[in-house]
């Protein structure tokens, strides 16, 4: 039997996989997983009225040290207005609302970056460039990657519109489906992660088996724990997995 982990849309994949196959799956490990919770009650009003996901403010540092590069983003962080209205503007809202009819009809991240031809790598340069903490030899490695990835023929993301709805909210949340679990289950959180951690408590809380169940937060990292604080990651990782065999 393994141990199955899943970040993101994969955790949200690999927790249907333990519910249909416990026999095996030796433990599971969630990374910050969408689609657990049910979308807030006044979600649809948010998304009619141009808000996204709501994301904590700041960024993730390293582990050990604090760079130059991380030093001047968060400066130019704090140095950002604040909106005087507090919420978004007509531009914002016009773009937000035509990504989410995208999203409706099927059309992909990965799609656009695609529909972008010779301007696709400059598109993921952009995104990548958010990473400040990481070295400059990384991020172009990190660009090369997911460029890479999603130039290539679509696949699994065929299924993300039917599967989730704008916000990354299930349209079958896994938060009325995973008591069913019967497999030893730690669920992983970037501190500021935009996934909020609370549906794995209350998947924890839910679960009918007598198996172990852990959630554990990782300080200084976002969505991408496992890129934004490899150290302790890691060491929570290598942890669980060590600790089938003890």
Not at 48 to 72: F, I, K, L
Not at 126 to 140: H, I
Request: net charge positive.
């Amino acid at each position: 039997r393994m141990t199955l982990c899943g970040h993101s849309f994969g955790g949200y994949m690999s927790a249907l996989y333990a519910l249909k196959y416990p026999d095996r799956v030796e433990k599971l490990v969630l990374v910050s997983p969408i689609g657990i919770p049910e979308a807030p009650p006044d979600f649809d009003e948010k998304l009619r009225q141009g808000y996204g996901p709501a994301r904590r403010r700041g960024r993730a540092s390293p582990p050990s040290e604090r760079t130059p590069e991380y030093e001047a983003a968060e400066a130019a962080e704090a140095a950002e207005p604040a909106s005087k209205s507090g919420g978004p503007s007509r531009t914002q809202i016009m773009w937000f609302r035509l990504a989410m009819n995208l999203w409706e009809r099927n059309f992909t991240p990965q799609w656009v970056v695609r529909s972008a031809g010779p301007f696709s790598r400059r598109l993921i340069d952009m995104y990548v460039g958010r990473f400040t903490w990481l070295s400059e030899l990384q991020r172009s490695a990190l660009a090369a990657y997911a460029h890479q990835i999603s130039v290539l023929p679509g696949s699994s993301e065929s299924a993300l519109g039917d599967i989730l709805r704008p916000g990354a909210f299930a349209r079958r949340p896994l938060v009325n489906r995973l008591h069913a679990l019967a497999v030893p289950t730690v669920f992983m959180y970037g501190a500021n992660d935009w996934v909020d951690f609370t549906g794995g408590e209350q998947v924890i809380r839910r679960i009918t088996a007598n198996v172990d169940t852990r959630l554990f937060r990782i300080p200084r990292a976002g969505h991408n724990l496992h890129l934004e604080n490899a150290a302790d990651f890691n060491r929570v990782l290598v942890g669980e997995m060590r600790a089938i065999s003890d």
